[in-house]
């Protein structure tokens, strides 16, 4: 029993140290860059993007852009939108879409865009059904969370209780798996890195938009540029892929939780726009045509969607937002070749989805 409790401490002791090192090494990234969003402008890209914590860069990105008339949010199946899609001129377009992205990056974002005084006058949201999923880890959003303890502390949300409960949340991340997966990616990183001297600055992370050949880049307007094999994969690859990513729930949907406090969350943050009269405009995005067809076969998957529609129809229908649901590719329509594989609908795709909004909601 003490050779079992000593291993136990033991592992322990290596999982807090290996999560703070990893929120050491984050806060550093922070630090060195900040340059690189600041720096940005149109026409060019950041490279290196899905090398860098996207929430740090969100948040030094938004403290160096103009106000924006028109913002998205929402995971990295909106990233591909861009001001021309949505129809304004690109200077007044931001997208805040990032990988993952729950209702608290939604929350910190817009605290962030609030307190600089650049609230836009729109705000389109891409919802992805799994953000309401209990079951689903959502960890990545607490790089945010003093900007979401602002919120809901500005919100009245924040008593003595809720302080409690948010100091032990953030403890629990010394000793989470999740947070340990991403801090093993951190040092991976870290340790991949270049010698000191050779680090990267905005001069070799920031080039011209028409150089970015085949490499994944971030543009100015926070729309994400595809890597070329991952644009160019052939359609019976991205097919099964599809197929794959849907038959082990990767859309979150056969295995589910209702979290009802993220919606209420949600609620919150919508009231707060429309008060200060940000017209929303909501939807459900489309998934490809082979995880469509899954997700019908399954009446669990069916009925977790409808679940999720009728709720947020509802807060719509009260809040004077404009939803629609294009989780059935049909319904936009997008066919196969205008999906990068299982879920992130190409431009084309969003084209569409916002000529088939309604009028006032565009």
């Known amino acids: 029993m003490r050779v079992f409790a000593l291993t136990l401490g033991a592992l322990l002791v290596v999982v807090v140290a290996v999560n703070a090192l990893g929120a050491w090494t984050a806060a550093r990234d922070e630090v060195r860059l900040q340059a690189v969003p600041a720096a940005l402008r149109p026409g060019e890209v950041a490279l290196g993007y899905r090398n860098?914590?996207?929430?740090?860069?969100?948040?030094?990105?938004?403290?160096?852009i103009a106000r924006p008339r028109v913002v998205s949010f929402g995971s990295s199946r909106v990233m591909q939108l861009t001001g021309a899609l949505v129809g304004v001129e690109p200077a007044s377009f931001y997208?805040?879409?990032?990988?993952?992205?729950t209702v608290e990056d939604y929350v910190g974002l817009w605290e962030i865009l609030r307190r600089q005084d650049k609230i836009p006058e729109r705000a389109i949201f891409s919802l992805d059904p799994w953000i309401f999923n209990t079951d689903v880890d959502q960890v990545r959003w607490r790089t945010l969370s003093r900007e979401v303890d602002a919120f809901l502390a500005r919100r009245g949300r924040w008593d003595a209780l809720d302080m409690a409960l948010g100091a032990w949340s953030?403890?629990?991340?010394?000793?989470?798996?999740?947070?340990?997966?991403?801090?093993?990616?951190?040092?991976?990183?870290?340790?991949?890195?270049p010698p000191t001297g050779r680090r990267a600055t905005p001069d070799t992370l920031i080039a011209a938009e028409s150089a970015v050949a085949d490499r994944q880049a971030l543009r100015a307007d926070?729309?994400?540029?595809?890597?070329?094999?991952?644009?160019?994969?052939?359609?019976?690859?991205?097919?099964?892929?599809?197929?794959?990513?849907?038959?082990?729930?990767?859309?979150?949907?056969?295995?589910?939780?209702w979290n009802a406090e993220r919606l209420r969350l949600l609620e919150t943050l919508w009231r707060d726009m429309r008060v200060r009269g940000v017209r929303i405009t909501a939807f459900l995005p489309p998934y490809h045509p082979a995880t469509w067809r899954v997700i019908e076969a399954d009446a669990r998957q069916r009925e977790t969607l409808d679940q999720v529609r009728r709720a947020l129809a509802a807060l719509a229908?009260?809040?004077?937002?404009?939803?629609?649901?294009?989780?059935?590719?049909?319904?936009v329509p997008c066919s196969a070749d205008e999906f990068f594989d299982g879920q992130h609908p190409r431009p084309a795709c969003l084209r569409k989805l916002f000529e088939r909004l309604p009028a006032a909601a565009r």
Request: no cysteine.
């Open 222 to 257: 926070g729309s994400l540029i595809y890597d070329g094999p991952f644009q160019r994969r052939p359609p019976l690859e991205v097919q099964e892929d599809a197929v794959r990513w849907a038959a082990t729930d990767g859309p979150g949907l056969a295995r589910f939780r």
């Open 317 to 331: 229908a009260r809040l004077d937002v404009s939803f629609s649901d294009f989780a059935d590719p049909a319904s």
């Open 52 to 64: 860098v914590d996207e929430r740090r860069f969100q948040r030094g990105r938004l403290g160096a």
């Open 170 to 193: 953030r403890a629990k991340e010394l000793v989470s798996y999740e947070v340990l997966r991403d801090s093993f990616r951190r040092l991976r990183r870290l340790f991949r890195s």
């Open 95 to 101: 997208n805040l879409g990032m990988s993952g992205a």
